[in-house]
């Protein structure tokens, strides 16, 4: 679930679609219940589940990023802005 995750994280990062990926639904990690539904506990750690999913996506993760987060095009058009200004 955590790489079906990254992978809708970075295509709406990469903004390489004509829509953005829809959200993927929070199901359960608990292997011993028929239900995909989680339960009020996992419910409290999920939030802490979302950071450390988005966490090994280093700066392209909105949450855990130190430096401003900007989606690839801007990032591109920032870039090319800043060259062209040093020129």
């Known amino acids: 679930m955590q790489i079906l995750?990254?992978?809708?994280?970075y295509a709406n990062h990469m903004q390489g679609l004509k829509t953005e990926v829809p959200a993927i639904?929070?199901?359960?990690?608990?292997?011993?219940q028929d239900s995909l539904d989680m339960d009020e506990d996992e419910k409290k750690n999920d939030e802490k589940r979302i950071?450390?999913?988005?966490?090994?996506l280093g700066a392209i993760g909105f949450k855990n990023a130190k430096e401003t987060y900007y989606k690839y095009p801007e990032a591109i058009k920032n870039i090319d802005t800043m060259c062209k200004d040093l020129c």
């Open 51 to 56: 950071e450390e999913e988005l966490e090994i």
């Open 5 to 9: 995750r990254s992978i809708a994280h």
């Open 25 to 32: 639904p929070r199901i359960t990690y608990k292997e011993d």
